[in-house]
């Protein structure tokens, strides 16, 4: 019995430039990227997609020999640089006992204070308002993490969408071959083996954390992610504070592929080959063929616009969060950088323990120095008496202009100052209500 091919006495035909049309590299990159961030999303590839050329010499770069080199020209990133899982600058970080100085940090401190710009504040109302600016305060004191401690990657639900470009490139290449288009279903088929092993390989790697291991006789981590507008307090040992500051993700492709990826370079030369048999035959298929050719591309892109939407960053934020125990973390506006400054002194300055002699490492004036480095006279003055009334043992703190202070200063520069510190005293309420308040601390004992 002979089949009625569809579509069969047209003479219209899709062309070459009609089937790179549909090419979505830049999705079918971004969806690659977040491989390995969803468990079992490297065993779900098993379409035809799109894109295969960009995504060959993108990804062929990390393949490293002359040969490979030659047929993906360009740098050899390495496997976090390439899926963006490194290569973000954190902001300035200052350790409050320490006396570090890190500018910058790396893609994990990125991250955290992405984590800080995103928690949702509480507003406090009050104040001289210039430009409003936050203090978040992250408590790392009971995270306990271990050396090569696997990622917590995320649930397979987004992935298992994937079973959508699967079945409907399936049911593509199986119409083709019920119509006796040979042709577009061995095509349709090269894609989707092409794609399938090339996610295969390219997506197992092992994800993990790399901390740094500091001295056992560090002092206190406690410091301060310094941003334009806003502070992110760090509170914990120096184990785990500095594995925030100078640790990273690495992605352990090594172990399975070998130093110089070669299996990768193999299936990216597998992807550049699909891409240019699909361009020079496509057209040489039946219009159906290339119909339901192009519908299995179009759904593919659809999937892989999909992964594309979901923020990679997010989701990297999201997995260091759990894997860090979510730890509590607290944050509130002030109406200026001056109470800011003054609001997250008094905050570092709770952690200082009295009882041992390196507190008098914590020096108060050179904290608000980097926070506010404008080296005047009214600035110094302002400086030098918070600093004073940060290390005050007395419970009521004095704010008010003294004549030690203003001795040397014209009128309107004393008024200034005097504005400056009701900005101070402003902070310093807020630290009471916010941070005491919440946290359940004693004013005696902070004293």
């Not at 290569?87 to 409050?96: D, L, S, V």
């Not at 057209?283 to 339901?292: C, E, K, N, S």
């Not at 973390?329 to 997250?344: D, G, H, Q, Y």
Request: hydrophobic fraction near 40%; aromatic fraction near 10%; charged fraction near 20%.
């Amino acid at each position: 019995m002979s089949i009625n091919l569809p579509l069969k006495k047209t003479s219209f035909t899709l062309d070459t430039s009609g089937v790179m049309g549909f090419f979505g590299g830049e999705e079918a990159l971004s969806a690659m990227s977040t491989v390995h961030l969803y468990r079992g999303r490297h065993l779900l590839g098993w379409y035809n997609s799109p894109g295969s050329y960009t995504v060959a010499k993108k990804f062929g770069q990390l393949a490293k020999s002359r040969l490979w080199d030659g047929i993906f020209p360009g740098p050899n990133p390495t496997p976090e640089e390439m899926f963006g899982l490194d290569g973000k600058e954190g902001p300035r970080f200052i350790g409050a006992f320490s006396g570090t100085d890190m500018t910058p940090t790396g893609h994990l401190a990125y991250l955290i204070a992405q984590k800080a710009k995103d928690t949702e504040e509480t507003i406090n109302l009050g104040g001289r308002e210039t430009t409003p600016g936050s203090v978040s305060i992250i408590e790392l004191d009971n995270v306990e993490w271990h050396q090569g401690d696997n990622v917590p990657r995320k649930k397979i639900v987004h992935a298992l969408y994937a079973a959508i470009p699967i079945t409907s490139s399936l049911a593509a290449c199986l119409a083709c071959a019920f119509v006796h288009d040979w042709l577009a279903s061995g095509l349709i088929i090269l894609g989707m083996v092409s794609s399938g092993l090339s996610c295969l390989v390219i997506g197992s790697g092992k994800l993990h954390f790399r901390r740094v291991e500091p001295s056992s006789y560090a002092p206190q981590g406690d410091g301060f992610l310094l941003m334009r507008n806003d502070i992110v307090i760090l509170k914990g040992a120096e184990k785990q504070v500095v594995s925030i500051t100078k640790g990273k993700l690495v992605l352990d492709m090594g172990r399975i592929h070998g130093e110089k990826f070669n299996a990768v370079g193999i299936c990216s030369l597998l992807l550049l080959s699909q891409f240019l048999i699909q361009l020079l035959l496509v057209p040489r298929a039946t219009l159906f063929g290339q119909i339901m050719f192009l519908s299995s591309l179009a759904v593919s892109w659809a999937y892989n616009s999909f992964l594309s939407s979901l923020e990679k960053e997010k989701i990297q934020t999201d997995i260091l969060w759990k894997w860090l125990n979510e730890p509590p973390i607290t944050k509130f506006v002030l109406p200026n950088r001056t109470s800011e400054a003054a609001c997250a002194c008094f905050i570092l300055h709770a952690g200082v323990d009295k009882s041992r002699k390196s507190s008098t490492d914590f020096k108060p004036k050179k904290i608000l120095e980097y926070m506010i480095p404008n080296d005047t006279r009214v600035w110094e003055a302002w400086r030098k008496h918070v600093a004073e009334q940060v290390l005050s043992k007395q419970k009521i703190k004095c704010f008010r202009p003294i004549e030690e202070l203003v001795a040397d200063l014209d009128d309107e520069e004393q008024k200034l100052l005097g504005q400056l510190l009701e900005d101070a005293e402003h902070g310093y309420k807020c630290y009471q209500k916010y941070y005491v308040g919440i946290n359940g601390l004693s004013l005696d004992t902070l004293a």
